[in-house]
T-cell receptor, first 120, second 113 residues
Framework: AQKVTQAQTEISVVEKEDVTLDCVYE???????LFWYKQPPSGELVFLIR??????QNEISGRYSWNFQKSTSSFNFTITASQVVDSAVYFC?????????????????FGTGTLLAVQP | DTGVSQNPRHKITKRGQNVTFRCDPI?????LYWYRQTLGQGPEFLTY????????KSRLLSDRFSAERPKGSFSTLEIQRTEQGDSAMYLC???????????FGPGTRLTVT
């Protein structure tokens, strides 16, 4: 079965602090994709990044960076020098390649999310 | 290029009534997904379409729920005989192909009284 665990329910930091959001996943598939989405108070999910299971290179995009480690089944997300605008719920998601009925679906399995509050 | 749009944004209905939601995906996106999100939880998969074909339905989707995507463009999600447990945010997403990232719409918030 596929599963995504985000153990951190809420994190509160002060502006300019660095913060890491943890994500641990479970899957038996050898080919899969991992995602991070941001859900600000407005409610719309915003795509941040997609990584496939064959690419373990870390990625940096501005103040955002992602650390993918297959050995520990983790895909952690770090925000450097956090800002108030980063306040949101962040979801990690796993793409299931095989559906319950077989075949490729790419349906997303989400974790329960981490609420990040950045205080000024 | 416009994003995914959903209508209505909010819907309040009485228990037992039928409701229908609409999703317009990003143009030329072949795949369209429906998810449901309750308070404090991540979105849960309901069903998806490849063009006009509905290829998978979650066990969460009871027989009161039906979805269509005529002509492979917009999609509708209908809930018959609504129950209070149906109260949730219903999210639609689309992607170009099966391995691509999904882009989400703003959602339709359903409240069943």
């Amino acid at each position: 079965a596929q599963k995504v665990t985000q153990a951190q329910t809420e994190i509160s930091v002060v502006e300019k602090e660095d913060v890491t959001l943890d994500c641990v996943y479970e899957t038996r598939d050898t080919t899969y994709y991992l995602f991070w989405y941001k859900q600000p108070p407005s409610g719309e999910l915003v795509f941040l990044i997609r990584r496939n299971s064959f690419d373990e290179q870390n990625e940096i995009s501005g103040r955002y960076s992602w650390n993918f480690q297959k050995s520990t089944s983790s895909f952690n997300f770090t925000i450097t020098a956090s800002q108030v605008v980063d306040s949101a719920v962040y979801f990690c998601a796993l793409s299931a390649i095989r559906s319950d009925y077989g075949g490729a679906t790419n349906k997303l399995i989400f974790g329960t999310g981490t609420l990040l509050a950045v205080q000024p | 290029d416009t994003g995914v749009s959903q209508n209505p944004r909010h819907k309040i209905t009485k228990r037992g009534q039928n409701v229908t939601f609409r999703c317009d995906p990003i143009s030329e996106h072949n795949r369209l997904y429906w998810y449901r999100q309750t308070l404090g939880q991540g979105p849960e998969f309901l069903t998806y379409f490849q063009n006009e074909a509905q290829l998978e339905k979650s066990r969460l989707l009871s027989d009161r729920f039906s979805a269509e995507r005529p002509k492979g463009s917009f999609s509708t999600l209908e809930i018959q005989r609504t129950e209070q447990g149906d109260s949730a945010m219903y999210l639609c997403a689309s992607s170009l192909d099966w391995a691509d990232e999904q882009y989400f719409g703003p959602g339709t918030r359903l409240t069943v009284t």
